[in-house]
Protein backbone atom coordinates (compact mmCIF):
# COMPACT_ATOMS: atom_id res chain seq x y z
CA UNK A 1 0.00 0.00 0.00
CA UNK A 2 1.31 3.18 -0.98
CA UNK A 3 2.07 5.77 1.76
CA UNK A 4 0.70 9.01 1.83
CA UNK A 5 1.46 12.08 4.14
CA UNK A 6 -1.20 14.50 5.21
CA UNK A 7 0.12 17.56 6.50
CA UNK A 8 -2.46 20.17 7.80
CA UNK A 9 -2.79 22.33 11.05
CA UNK A 10 -6.96 22.17 10.68
CA UNK A 11 -7.77 18.87 11.95
CA UNK A 12 -11.64 18.92 10.39
CA UNK A 13 -9.29 19.21 7.43
CA UNK A 14 -7.06 16.26 8.15
CA UNK A 15 -9.96 14.18 9.51
CA UNK A 16 -11.19 14.46 5.76
CA UNK A 17 -8.84 13.31 3.87
CA UNK A 18 -7.93 10.88 6.26
CA UNK A 19 -11.83 9.64 6.03
CA UNK A 20 -11.15 9.70 2.23
CA UNK A 21 -7.95 8.02 1.91
CA UNK A 22 -7.47 5.91 4.19
CA UNK A 23 -9.17 2.57 2.02
CA UNK A 24 -7.10 2.93 -0.40
CA UNK A 25 -3.58 4.05 1.71
CA UNK A 26 -1.30 3.84 4.44
CA UNK A 27 -1.52 7.39 6.22
CA UNK A 28 0.65 9.71 8.15
CA UNK A 29 -0.23 13.13 9.62
CA UNK A 30 1.42 16.32 10.46
CA UNK A 31 -0.08 19.50 12.09
CA UNK A 32 3.11 21.49 11.16
CA UNK A 33 6.01 21.94 8.32
CA UNK A 34 8.17 21.59 10.51
CA UNK A 35 7.29 18.15 12.11
CA UNK A 36 5.69 16.78 8.41
CA UNK A 37 9.52 17.13 7.39
CA UNK A 38 10.92 14.79 9.98
CA UNK A 39 8.33 12.55 9.43
CA UNK A 40 8.95 12.36 5.66
CA UNK A 41 12.59 11.73 6.35
CA UNK A 42 11.02 8.50 8.42
CA UNK A 43 8.46 7.36 6.64
CA UNK A 44 9.62 8.36 2.98
CA UNK A 45 5.85 8.52 1.79
CA UNK A 46 5.14 8.38 -2.47
CA UNK A 47 2.59 11.53 -2.10
CA UNK A 48 1.76 14.15 0.57
CA UNK A 49 -1.64 16.16 0.63
CA UNK A 50 -0.12 19.98 1.84
CA UNK A 51 -1.99 22.66 3.50
CA UNK A 52 -0.25 26.19 2.25
CA UNK A 53 -1.24 28.43 5.47
CA UNK A 54 0.44 26.61 8.48
CA UNK A 55 1.83 28.59 11.19
CA UNK A 56 5.17 27.78 12.19
CA UNK A 57 8.61 28.48 10.94
CA UNK A 58 7.21 27.06 7.59
CA UNK A 59 4.95 27.26 5.37
CA UNK A 60 3.67 24.75 2.63
CA UNK A 61 5.27 26.60 -0.08
CA UNK A 62 8.82 26.93 1.87
CA UNK A 63 8.06 22.75 2.35
CA UNK A 64 7.44 21.73 -1.32
CA UNK A 65 10.49 24.01 -2.41
CA UNK A 66 12.29 22.11 0.70
CA UNK A 67 11.22 18.55 -0.72
CA UNK A 68 11.59 19.24 -4.35
CA UNK A 69 14.91 20.73 -4.15
CA UNK A 70 15.93 17.52 -2.09
CA UNK A 71 16.84 14.96 -5.01
CA UNK A 72 16.35 11.81 -2.49
CA UNK A 73 12.72 13.46 -2.02
CA UNK A 74 11.52 14.93 -5.20
CA UNK A 75 9.82 11.81 -6.27
CA UNK A 76 7.49 12.58 -4.01
CA UNK A 77 3.76 13.38 -5.16
CA UNK A 78 2.56 16.78 -3.47
CA UNK A 79 -1.26 18.09 -3.88
CA UNK A 80 -1.13 21.28 -2.67
CA UNK A 81 -4.62 22.12 -0.30
CA UNK A 82 -5.31 25.36 0.28
CA UNK A 83 -7.18 28.42 0.87
CA UNK A 84 -5.02 30.84 -1.45
CA UNK A 85 -7.64 30.67 -3.89
CA UNK A 86 -6.02 33.60 -6.63
CA UNK A 87 -4.41 32.46 -10.01
CA UNK A 88 -1.27 33.99 -8.97
CA UNK A 89 -0.92 31.25 -5.99
CA UNK A 90 -1.98 28.63 -8.12
CA UNK A 91 1.13 29.61 -10.30
CA UNK A 92 2.86 29.73 -7.56
CA UNK A 93 2.54 26.56 -5.63
CA UNK A 94 3.27 24.89 -9.28
CA UNK A 95 6.21 26.70 -9.88
CA UNK A 96 7.63 25.52 -6.58
CA UNK A 97 6.91 21.89 -7.86
CA UNK A 98 3.69 20.66 -6.66
CA UNK A 99 1.85 17.96 -8.63
CA UNK A 100 -1.10 19.07 -8.31
CA UNK A 101 -3.19 22.35 -6.30
CA UNK A 102 -6.88 22.13 -4.98
CA UNK A 103 -8.31 24.97 -3.65
CA UNK A 104 -10.47 24.83 -0.52
CA UNK A 105 -13.15 24.38 -0.47
CA UNK A 106 -12.50 21.10 -2.44
CA UNK A 107 -13.69 17.78 -2.77
CA UNK A 108 -12.59 15.10 -0.82
CA UNK A 109 -13.70 12.31 -3.37
CA UNK A 110 -11.63 14.32 -6.40
CA UNK A 111 -8.61 14.18 -4.29
CA UNK A 112 -8.87 10.50 -3.42
CA UNK A 113 -9.29 10.02 -7.44
CA UNK A 114 -6.29 12.28 -8.47
CA UNK A 115 -3.94 10.61 -5.97
CA UNK A 116 -5.51 7.16 -6.70
CA UNK A 117 -4.69 7.79 -10.35
CA UNK A 118 -1.50 9.78 -10.39
CA UNK A 119 0.40 7.00 -7.58
CA UNK A 120 -1.46 3.96 -9.99
CA UNK A 121 -3.36 2.35 -7.22
CA UNK A 122 -5.76 -0.49 -7.96
CA UNK B 1 3.48 74.20 3.36
CA UNK B 2 2.32 77.79 3.16
CA UNK B 3 0.63 79.55 -0.15
CA UNK B 4 -1.09 82.62 -0.84
CA UNK B 5 -4.00 83.01 -2.24
CA UNK B 6 -4.00 85.71 -5.25
CA UNK B 7 -7.36 86.07 -5.92
CA UNK B 8 -10.96 86.14 -4.49
CA UNK B 9 -13.03 83.00 -5.27
CA UNK B 10 -16.95 83.69 -5.92
CA UNK B 11 -18.90 82.31 -2.96
CA UNK B 12 -20.69 80.09 -5.13
CA UNK B 13 -17.56 78.49 -6.19
CA UNK B 14 -15.99 78.54 -2.30
CA UNK B 15 -19.14 76.95 -1.72
CA UNK B 16 -19.17 74.04 -4.59
CA UNK B 17 -15.49 73.43 -3.16
CA UNK B 18 -16.35 73.13 0.52
CA UNK B 19 -18.98 71.05 0.38
CA UNK B 20 -17.83 68.59 -2.75
CA UNK B 21 -14.05 68.65 -2.20
CA UNK B 22 -12.33 65.28 -1.69
CA UNK B 23 -10.24 66.68 1.01
CA UNK B 24 -11.10 67.77 4.16
CA UNK B 25 -10.90 71.09 5.36
CA UNK B 26 -10.69 73.57 8.01
CA UNK B 27 -11.33 77.48 8.38
CA UNK B 28 -9.12 79.41 10.66
CA UNK B 29 -10.42 82.60 11.70
CA UNK B 30 -9.09 86.54 12.11
CA UNK B 31 -8.74 85.39 15.60
CA UNK B 32 -6.87 82.68 14.75
CA UNK B 33 -9.73 79.43 15.90
CA UNK B 34 -10.89 76.84 13.88
CA UNK B 35 -14.37 78.54 12.80
CA UNK B 36 -15.84 75.63 10.54
CA UNK B 37 -14.66 72.11 8.89
CA UNK B 38 -16.57 70.88 5.89
CA UNK B 39 -18.29 67.49 5.48
CA UNK B 40 -15.53 65.27 4.58
CA UNK B 41 -13.22 66.66 7.73
CA UNK B 42 -14.41 64.66 10.31
CA UNK B 43 -13.88 61.17 8.15
CA UNK B 44 -10.75 62.02 6.77
CA UNK B 45 -9.44 62.40 10.74
CA UNK B 46 -11.57 60.69 12.26
CA UNK B 47 -11.77 64.06 14.86
CA UNK B 48 -15.04 64.93 16.14
CA UNK B 49 -16.23 68.38 14.45
CA UNK B 50 -17.72 69.95 18.24
CA UNK B 51 -14.03 69.15 19.42
CA UNK B 52 -12.29 70.89 16.89
CA UNK B 53 -13.94 73.99 16.62
CA UNK B 54 -12.60 76.60 18.61
CA UNK B 55 -9.45 75.51 18.68
CA UNK B 56 -6.79 77.83 18.38
CA UNK B 57 -4.27 76.71 15.07
CA UNK B 58 -1.41 75.48 17.57
CA UNK B 59 -3.88 73.34 19.58
CA UNK B 60 -5.39 72.38 15.78
CA UNK B 61 -1.89 71.14 14.98
CA UNK B 62 -1.26 69.06 17.79
CA UNK B 63 -4.88 66.93 16.99
CA UNK B 64 -4.05 66.75 13.49
CA UNK B 65 -1.02 64.79 14.61
CA UNK B 66 -2.71 62.18 16.07
CA UNK B 67 -4.82 61.06 13.42
CA UNK B 68 -4.01 58.98 9.97
CA UNK B 69 -3.95 62.43 8.31
CA UNK B 70 -0.93 62.27 5.63
CA UNK B 71 -1.21 65.44 3.58
CA UNK B 72 -2.08 68.75 4.87
CA UNK B 73 -1.35 72.28 3.36
CA UNK B 74 -2.10 75.82 4.93
CA UNK B 75 -3.44 78.34 2.60
CA UNK B 76 -3.61 82.23 3.59
CA UNK B 77 -7.08 83.39 2.44
CA UNK B 78 -7.27 87.28 3.92
CA UNK B 79 -10.89 87.19 3.20
CA UNK B 80 -13.27 89.35 5.71
CA UNK B 81 -13.59 87.04 8.96
CA UNK B 82 -11.30 84.19 7.59
CA UNK B 83 -7.26 84.44 7.89
CA UNK B 84 -6.29 80.46 6.52
CA UNK B 85 -7.89 77.01 5.58
CA UNK B 86 -6.24 73.86 6.41
CA UNK B 87 -6.57 71.05 3.50
CA UNK B 88 -5.97 67.38 4.10
CA UNK B 89 -6.48 63.82 3.50
CA UNK B 90 -5.90 60.49 5.10
CA UNK B 91 -4.45 58.84 2.04
CA UNK B 92 -5.11 58.36 -1.86
CA UNK B 93 -8.08 56.47 -2.83
CA UNK B 94 -5.71 53.77 -4.99
CA UNK B 95 -3.70 53.17 -1.70
CA UNK B 96 -7.07 52.74 0.80
CA UNK B 97 -8.75 50.38 -2.33
CA UNK B 98 -5.36 48.28 -2.02
CA UNK B 99 -5.99 48.18 1.50
CA UNK B 100 -9.50 47.02 1.44
CA UNK B 101 -8.51 44.22 -1.68
CA UNK B 102 -5.92 42.94 0.80
CA UNK B 103 -8.22 42.97 3.76
CA UNK B 104 -11.22 41.22 1.70
CA UNK B 105 -8.73 38.62 0.48
CA UNK B 106 -7.58 37.87 3.91
CA UNK B 107 -11.05 37.33 5.05
CA UNK B 108 -12.13 35.08 1.49
CA UNK B 109 -9.34 32.82 2.82
CA UNK B 110 -10.58 32.52 6.65
CA UNK B 111 -13.79 31.50 5.16
CA UNK B 112 -12.48 29.02 3.01
CA UNK B 113 -11.32 26.79 5.79
CA UNK B 114 -14.44 26.02 8.10
CA UNK B 115 -16.22 25.93 4.37
CA UNK B 116 -13.61 23.55 3.35
CA UNK B 117 -14.81 21.15 6.29
CA UNK B 118 -18.45 22.31 5.83
CA UNK B 119 -17.93 20.83 1.88
CA UNK B 120 -15.74 17.93 3.21
CA UNK B 121 -17.74 16.34 5.46
CA UNK B 122 -21.05 16.76 4.10
CA UNK B 123 -19.58 15.30 0.47
CA UNK B 124 -18.07 12.38 2.83
CA UNK B 125 -21.57 12.02 4.56
CA UNK B 126 -23.37 11.61 1.24
CA UNK B 127 -20.98 10.04 -0.97
CA UNK B 128 -19.68 7.26 1.81
CA UNK B 129 -21.19 4.31 4.17
CA UNK B 130 -20.34 4.98 7.70
CA UNK B 131 -22.13 3.39 10.80
CA UNK B 132 -24.45 5.44 12.97
CA UNK B 133 -21.76 6.78 15.32
CA UNK B 134 -19.62 8.17 13.08
CA UNK B 135 -22.59 9.72 10.83
CA UNK B 136 -23.50 11.52 14.38
CA UNK B 137 -19.90 12.27 14.80
CA UNK B 138 -19.38 13.57 11.14
CA UNK B 139 -22.87 15.16 11.39
CA UNK B 140 -21.54 16.93 14.98
CA UNK B 141 -18.40 18.40 13.77
CA UNK B 142 -19.89 20.09 10.80
CA UNK B 143 -22.51 21.56 12.84
CA UNK B 144 -19.37 22.93 14.73
CA UNK B 145 -17.70 23.83 11.47
CA UNK B 146 -20.68 26.18 10.52
CA UNK B 147 -20.77 27.31 13.99
CA UNK B 148 -17.06 28.80 13.38
CA UNK B 149 -18.30 29.87 10.03
CA UNK B 150 -20.72 31.87 11.26
CA UNK B 151 -18.75 33.56 13.98
CA UNK B 152 -15.83 34.67 11.38
CA UNK B 153 -18.64 36.29 9.42
CA UNK B 154 -20.30 38.02 12.16
CA UNK B 155 -16.57 39.27 12.91
CA UNK B 156 -14.71 39.81 9.91
CA UNK B 157 -17.73 41.03 7.74
CA UNK B 158 -18.84 43.55 10.28
CA UNK B 159 -18.86 46.71 8.47
CA UNK B 160 -16.80 48.79 11.78
CA UNK B 161 -14.35 45.68 11.36
CA UNK B 162 -13.92 46.07 7.72
CA UNK B 163 -13.34 49.96 8.04
CA UNK B 164 -10.35 50.03 10.55
Not at chain 1, 82 to 108: I, R
Request: aromatic share 6%.
Amino acid sequence: MKNVLIVDDQASIRQIVRLILRKDFALAEAEDAVSALEQIKLLKPDAMVLDVMMPGEMDGYQLCEKIKQDPALADIYIVLLTACGQVADQEKGLALGANAYFVKPFSPVEVSRHLIHALQVK
Amino acid sequence: MTTKLNDSLPPLVLQALWQRSLFGIAAINNEGHVSAVNPIFERCTGLDQAAIMGLTEDDFNLALLATPVRECNRVDVGVEGLSALYYMRVRSSSSSQNTMAVKLSGIAEALREPLASIYGFTELLLTQDYDEETRIDLTSTLLDQIEIMSNLINEQLDVRTLNK
